[in-house]
């Protein structure tokens, strides 16, 4: 009898394993993991079959023996989110468990950034209520050390605080990890884990206003309703904080919309934090909870070496004790050329016109800087004040290559208090955060 040879690719793929176990577990079992039920139910996994689950799974399975036939494991049947990929332009996939992605220089041109242009970064698996845009029974806890604790819901967020709207830069803590030598593990951003859409919703320091401080508040400690890669609901998958200061900034924001629509699936619907010039960890997704603290958040992904850098500097591979390691707070600043796209030929003699944006987690940058000899002279820019505070801002130049050949252009920007990009990686960490390198890109001149 012949037999259906599956591609390791189609084994692999978690939303069609999902469909095919809805349906028809027992022909699933057979096509995709060669099991065979016996008449007690359970099935027979082994030898190609056991380690395509396993690499499904990114782990063995000790009790596989015990697996009923027909059940697809709980981790392989949530949804990924991998199917709305498709709404996105050009982005660049780095893990699919969980999805994560990061957009090319050029695509991120845009004063304010689309939807299908803003990066994809996840801790865990998307609830499904937010892949179907259910926001029926959601609300939101304020409690902790507050004088009144409050269950808000999207109604009562719209109906009792103002509304405002702010573009808002939003940038991975990992951004730039790919240029660490040695290298530091996790997803391997270049630059693209950035980007500056327009979002919707009411100030978190006037819902922590009506709530009451209390004068032991120290810190705030953010929840969401996501779903760990285990498939384990019970798991909070990441749980950050913020000091209490930062989150009374009239800028950070509990939002409900991206760029005048609900928010996507993948950027947190219903509910979500923006915490600008702080890493895009604090901006935490799918909001469910936020628990004023009195003392700093010990929650899931605040210690360790997770968003954390050394309180001194080390040489780079360098292995730092978890007691030397300090929260890495305010993003640095940073530039991004976005035109030309990198490797284009231009023409020689004539002024080409370079353009980008700026931005800086203490607030507007100062000054911008290009430089088309790798670095030996630099002429200024023309930089554009934002829009609000946090919001990127858009710089250009012309350039003129006097000969024929290969050039760079760099970019430089430099901050309030006068602190300016690095030409190389700046202070190496474990885990590659806060890279604030000079952006280059390529141009032939012909």
């Known amino acids: 009898m012949a037999t259906h040879q599956t591609r390791p690719e189609e084994r692999l793929d978690h939303a069609g394993i999902r469909k095919a176990y809805e349906d028809d577990p027992d022909t699933a079992d057979q096509r995709l993991f060669g099991r065979v039920p016996c008449p007690d139910r359970r099935g027979f996994l082994k030898g190609a079959g056991l380690a395509a689950m396993g690499t499904a799974l990114g782990a063995a399975i000790p009790f596989h023996r015990n697996l009923p036939a027909g059940v697809v494991p709980v981790a392989l049947a949530q949804d990924t989110g991998a199917k709305h990929m498709g709404e996105k ?50 609300t939101l806890t304020v409690d902790g050390e507050v004088e009144n604790p409050l269950e808000l819901s999207l109604d009562d967020l719209k109906s009792e605080f103002e509304t405002v709207t702010l573009a808002l830069v939003l940038e991975c803590g ?80 509990i939002a409900w919309a991206m760029n005048g629509e609900d928010l996507p699936a993948l950027h947190g619907f219903p509910l979500r934090l923006v915490i600008p010039g702080y890493p895009g960890s604090a901006s935490q997704k799918f909001l469910t909870r936020i628990w004023v603290r009195d003392k700093v958040h010990d929650g899931r992904k605040m210690g360790g070496y997770s968003y954390r850098l050394p309180a001194y500097p080390v040489a780079p591979g360098t292995e730092v004790p978890e007691q030397d390691m300090e929260i890495l707070t305010t993003m640095p600043v940073k530039s991004l050329i976005t035109a030309p796209q990198t490797g284009v030929e231009v023409p020689v003699g004539q002024p080409t016109r370079i353009r980008g944006h700026a931005w800086a987690g203490n607030g507007d940058v100062q000054a911008m800087h290009v430089s088309l000899d790798f670095g ?71």
């Open 376 to 446: 030996q002279t630099w002429q200024q820019a023309e930089l554009d004040a934002p829009p609000n505070r946090y919001a990127w801002q858009r710089w250009r130049a012309d350039v003129t290559p006097r000969e024929a050949g290969y050039y760079e252009v760099w970019s430089r920007a430099t901050d309030g208090n006068g602190v300016m990009q690095p030409p190389v990686t700046p202070g190496w960490n474990p885990r590659g955060y806060g890279n604030n390198m000079i952006h280059r890109v390529a141009i032939f001149a012909v």
């Open 174 to 253: 990992g951004n730039g990890r790919a240029f660490f030598d040695p290298g530091a593990s996790g997803n391997q951003w270049t630059v693209g884990a950035v980007g500056c859409p327009e979002w919707t919703g009411v100030r978190l320091s006037d819902v922590l206003a009506k709530v009451g401080l209390k004068s032991g508040a120290v810190y705030t400690g953010h929840y969401g309703n996501d779903v760990d890669i285990s498939g384990d609901m019970d798991k909070v998958v990441i749980s950050r904080g913020v000091p209490i200061e930062k989150a009374q900034e009239p800028e950070c924001l």
């Open 89 to 138: 332009d050009g982005l660049t996939l780095l893990n699919e468990r969980p999805l994560n992605a990061e957009t090319p220089a050029h695509l991120l041109d845009d004063d304010v950034t689309p939807y299908s242009r803003l990066f994809i970064r996840s801790n865990g698996l998307i609830p499904q209520s937010a892949l179907d845009m259910d926001a029926q029974g959601w």
